[in-house]
C-alpha cells in the first residue's frame, strides 16, 4: 500500500483532505523536490539576486541590489511548488536585506514587501525567515530519499558555506524520517477509542525507535558545521524582528507597502521550534509546554503561527483525536499485562524524547554557548548574535526570540514530567 493510502486510511481522509493538510509521503516535506528557479523568466530579476545572495552580502550590496528590484506580480506563479519557492526567496531576501549591513535595516522596500505579503498570505505564513522557507522547502534531493542527509544540497544560502548548508540539511533529514511515524501513531491514537493496546504498544515502541533515529542524525551536525562559523557568520541571518531592541530594532521592521501604507511588524525568527514533527511527537505523547502564565500562550502554541496552516490544522486535527497519555493515566490501576506494557511503552517513549532534548541542549551548548564566550577575530554584525554577547550564558536570546537555555531545560523537563504518568504539574 502506497504511504498516501496508508495515512489516508490512517486519518479517515479523503485525498482532498490531506492535500489541504500538506502532509505528502515525506511527511512534512513535500511530495517532491521544489524547483531550483522559477519558470516564467519574469521572475529573473529575483533568481538573479538569489543566484548571487552570498556574494552580494558579503561585497555588502545585498540592499542595493534588493532595492533595485523591479515591483513584481505574484500572477504568474503557476503550482504550489512555485509559490513555495518564490516564499523562500523573499524571506532570504527579507532578512539579508534587515541584517545584511553594519547595523540594521528598520524598513524593507515596497518592492520586496508588496510580493512578500501576498506570497506569505498564501501560504498561510508570517512574512519572514521561518522553519518552512529555510529548510523545508529550501533544500534538492539527488534521489528520492530526502533522510539521506549526503544527497541534499540547499537552494537558497546567506553565506555560501558548507557549515550554513550542512545546518539546515541535517534537519531535513531529521523531517524526512517522520514519513513513517505519523500514519503509525495517528492509527495509535484512533485504536485508543476501541482498546486496542497492541497497536498502540507496537506504535510506541517504534516511535521510540523513530527518535532515536532522528537523534543519530542530529548528533552529526558537527561532521561539517563549524561552531564559530555558525554562530558568527550564519545565526545572525536566522534572526527575526522580535525581542530585537538591543540588536537595533526598536520597533521591529516597517514593511513599507508604498503611498504611505505599510506596518510595523516583530515577528520571530527562524527556529526548529516551528517543526511540525517536533511538535507531533509532544501532541501524541500528550506533552504540556506552558506559558509564563495561564492566560499567555506558550512558546509552543505560538510557533503554529509561524507554520504553514495545513500543517498547523494537521497538528490541531491530531490533538483532537484523543490522549495516549491519559489513557495510561487511567490504566494505573489496572493490573492486565497489555495495560501496563502500553504505561512501560509510553514511560520509554517519553523517556527517549526526553534523551532527545538533551541532545539539542548539547548542540546548543555546542554551537551558542560556548562560540558566545570565546573571541572571533572574523567579521560579524550587531544583531542577535553579537548582542547576545552581553548576556551570556543563561540568557542568551535564541532566533525564535526566547531566552534560550532556560526555555529548551523547561521544554526537557516537561517532557521528562509527562513520563511519570502524574495528573498535574507539582
Not at 22 to 42: C, G, H, I, Q, T
Not at 298 to 304: K, L, Q, T
Amino acid at each position: 500500500m502506497s504511504p498516501h493510502a496508508l495515512l489516508e486510511e490512517t486519518l479517515g481522509l479523503e485525498p482532498t483532505d490531506l492535500a489541504k493538510f500538506a502532509v505528502s509521503r515525506n511527511a512534512f516535506l513535500p511530495e517532491e523536490n521544489l524547483p531550483k528557479m522559477l519558470s516564467d523568466s519574469y521572475y529573473e530579476p529575483w533568481e538573479l539576486v538569489a543566484h548571487n545572495l552570498p556574494e552580494l552580502t558579503e561585497a555588502g550590496r545585498i540592499r542595493d541590489a534588493i532595492r533595485q528590484l523591479p515591483m513584481l506580480s505574484t500572477d504568474r506563479l503557476q503550482s504550489e511548488a512555485e509559490w513555495r519557492r518564490a516564499y523562500v526567496i523573499l524571506s532570504f531576501f527579507a532578512n539579508a536585506y534587515i541584517w545584511g549591513g553594519d547595523i540594521p535595516e528598520q524598513i524593507l522596500p515596497p518592492t520586496l514587501t508588496v510580493p512578500f505579503l501576498r506570497i506569505s498570505a498564501h501560504l498561510e505564513l508570517p512574512p519572514t525567515l521561518t522553519y518552512a522557507g529555510a529548510n523545508l522547502w529550501n533544500f534538492h534531493c539527488e534521489g528520492d530519499d530526502f533522510a539521506d542527509v549526503e544527497k541534499l544540497s540547499t537552494l537558497l544560502s546567506f553565506t555560501g558555506t558548507e557549515s550554513e548548508s550542512w545546518f539546515l540539511l541535517i534537519s531535513v533529514a531529521m523531517e524526512a524520517k517522520a514519513a513513517s511515524i505519523i500514519p503509525t501513531m495517528t492509527r495509535a491514537i484512533e485504536a485508543i477509542k476501541t482498546h486496542d493496546y497492541q497497536v498502540i504498544i507496537k506504535a510506541l515502541e517504534e516511535l521510540s525507535t523513530h527518535i532515536e533515529e532522528v537523534g543519530i542524525l542530529l548528533e552529526r551536525m558537527h561532521e561539517r558545521c563549524d561552531p564559530m562559523t555558525f554562530y558568527h557568520q550564519i545565526r545572525p541571518f536566522l534572526a527575526g524582528t522580535m525581542n530585537m531592541e538591543a540588536a537595533g530594532l526598536p520597533k521591529g521592521v516597517f514593511y513599507d507597502e508604498g503611498d504611505g501604507r505599510g506596518e510595523w511588524r516583530k515577528l520571530r525568527g527562524g527556529s526548529n521550534g516551528q517543526s511540525s514533527l517536533i511538535m507531533f511527537w509532544d501532541i501524541v505523547l500528550g506533552i504540556e509546554h506552558k506559558g509564563h502564565s495561564e492566560s499567555k500562550r506558550s512558546f509552543h502554541e505560538e510557533m503554529r503561527d509561524y507554520m504553514p496552516g495545513p500543517h498547523a490544522r494537521f497538528l490541531v486535527h491530531v490533538a483532537r483525536l484523543g490522549s495516549i497519555r491519559q489513557l495510561a493515566l487511567d490504566l494505573e490501576d489496572s493490573e492486565g499485562e497489555a495495560e501496563q506494557r502500553l504505561r512501560k511503552a509510553y514511560t520509554v517513549a517519553t523517556e527517549t524524547l526526553t534523551k532527545f532534548r538533551q541532545k539539542h541542549l548539547g548542540i546548543v551548548t555546542r554551537y551558542i554557548l560556548i562560540p558566545s564566550k570565546q573571541p572571533w577575530t572574523g567579521s560579524t554584525r550587531k544583531n542577535l548574535a553579537s548582542s547576545s554577547l552581553e548576556k551570556k550564558g543563561e540568557h542568551l536570546t535564541g532566533t525564535g526570540g526566547s531566552q534560550l537555555i532556560p526555555f529548551l531545560k523547561q521544554t526537557k523537563d516537561e517532557t521528562r514530567f509527562a513520563g511519570m504518568l502524574m495528573d498535574s504539574k507539582p
